[in-house]
């Protein structure tokens, strides 16, 4: 055949899911093809299958080749701060004293556009070592620090979504905006950046407590005017938080219904924790289709909770959800270790959270959670190729517990992705590439 | 001066502990010497102070050079399975039902001397990577494989305290020992190995539902023969455990009276985990000094709870505490991890647990938990040269968080050494020596 120089072949054990496996058993969301070929063409992917089948199909086509590792989608992190990379792991506090001591001040930096270029580089390329391809992300309040990020994202090719914080109200002065400036400084931001290339916008109230009714009615307006645009909020975090919410909109049912007066609960609604949500809130979620994004790292850091993912994931009350860093309150950029934490969550509330759920929350779940499943999440044709090379083997702990480089069964498979996801870190992501581009590794 | 050839100078950050940061100011406990200088001779600590003072003192010396790094004591793992290893990450159950799955399957391979011996050096060396030069350790039932962890710990000169389990009931028949074989194997294992170089010997009854009373008496007795040797078990670490435990003794007040009523509750009695402990238990441990080995990635893994460890700190009811990571309960094999999770134990309680308890913890705090004190977990003259070199900037992440090498203040100290427990894990162990001879590195 003939074959376009724009053509690329991986081979590797391919992993990725085509269903949710906390509804359907791990055979039906699952795609696995042990020694497979994944082919990609002007950077989305055209065809996969296994050597053995395409090998002659695509034989002018060098091949990449990583024996014996998985090839997975890029990881999807539904919830994190760029401007609080250098604050992680900042000691000693529970989120609302956290907020003053450590990122207002630290967030106050991010004026300068020049430092905020700087720090959005650090952060994506620290993403890419993590294997992380796809966030969800808060920039500071200022609109040069969104201008950053995408300008970096951008020239990284990223499918990135992010958006200005908005916050009127009990923060520093110098951090505050009004709601009429959020409101226009949103809007020339979704103006310039929404869509542009594969960058997306998200309307980013902080949360409930730094915003006034009018910011949030604003925000409301945003959703309207630009109906395929994000919203993107914290949610029900900490318990001193949600009595505070409580004192501030004393006519309001719960928290949730905070965020729902002004019409923002809704799908491409992306909400932060939901750690301390109501069975009520749980239905409300559910019905209006929003997204939460589960923060395990951070809620144990933080001292917030344990997020009860399997009511989330009941199927009384569904709710997309997505796992996420939540970089700075969380504590490491690893999606692998996030989900390892996501797993002792569960445990802690005698649920077992198995590596296919853990992996598919990570990959197309968080897809899902951002309504990009059309374009990320797995290998299906057509999607953008934003893959990564995953090692099983990359520590000699993790290579005495894992022998066997490829797994031959459902059984080895799932404990093979377990080990993967207790021990695994930033080692275990040999290589990430971005629109069939590699990028790292 | 004259100077031996067996002295050998170490210079960098030097920092460890001469008292209880949970009960003095972090200035009274805490010895911290910027650009310092470590000296060692055959395999002790001579002397230590600032690079300047010393320097002209040992001129004739050549200095080994760690500039930027700290050099800590190596670190006290008061609890740990060597058999373990293989299992670590192993999926889905809670501690008696983990048992069964994989530990007791894994354990009966240790019977063969040459694959225990394998196993144990590739243990060994894994603690040396993460920088833990002592541990308390459980072998399994085989005599064979206590003989194959310490034949493979006298190899690398460690300090080492490790044990026969004993169990004779409640097990798979080809585990089980009896009563008098456990009695008569570990005896015989005492008189060979006790004491033998930096040996030291645990009698090891698993826990009280897989020993009988016939054999928790003559536990007992082994104690009464041999005054200065440990004792090492689990205690109360789950909650359908501790209701076992009841049914099984039903005259025992609770569970640490059932060690009590057989004289196994007082100083060098190291029980691991304590997680339910009532406040009667916790005043008993208390009285007796006996020991709790908390567990903090176990504990969330296995999601057996969270281990109170303020209480056990308090001035009320103060108990020796050492750090563990019980692998392969536990899911590292690193003492920073292990105390990035104990922090997050603490935060869940909303209780604060500071980088300088949590690396007392494991270290001079893991010391005089073994009863060690004398021997190891700082760098007093006359102790054995057992230490770590920590490189706090050993990741792209790490070294963006801490900018600075050298902490120039308590506060920036404090910061730093947060960030590195957090963040850090055995790329942070730049080297490991053993009685002042590089072990890993």
Known sequence: MAVSKSLQAYRGDLLDFVDDPFYVS???SLRYIPDGLLIIE??????LGTYENLKDKYIDIPVTSYPGMLIMPGFVDTHIHFPQTEIIASYGEQLLEWLEKY????EAKFQDKIYARKVAGIF???????GTTTALVLAAVYPESVDAFFEEAQARNLRMIAGKVMMDRNAPDFLLDTAES????????????HNKGRLLYAVTPRFAITSTNEQLHLTGKLLEEFSDVYLHTHLSENIDEVEWVKQLFPDCRDYLDVYDKFGLVRERSIFAHGVQLSDDEFKRMSEANATIAFCPTSNFFLGSGLFKIEKAKSLDTPIKVGLATDVGGGTSFSMLQTASEAYKVAQLQRQKLSPFQALFLATLGGARALSLENKIGNFDVGKEADFIVVDSQATPIMAFRNPEATAKSLDELGDKLFSLIIMGDDRAIRATYVGG???NG
């Open 182 to 193: 959020s409101y226009v400084q949103s809007k020339d931001l979704i103006e310039r950046w």
């Open 42 to 47: 002007n950077g989305v992917v055209k065809e």
């Open 437 to 439: 581009v590699i990028a």
């Open 103 to 106: 990122t207002f001040p630290t």
């Open 124 to 130: 994506l390329d620290e993403l890419l070592r993590n």
């Open 26 to 28: 791990p055979e039906e």
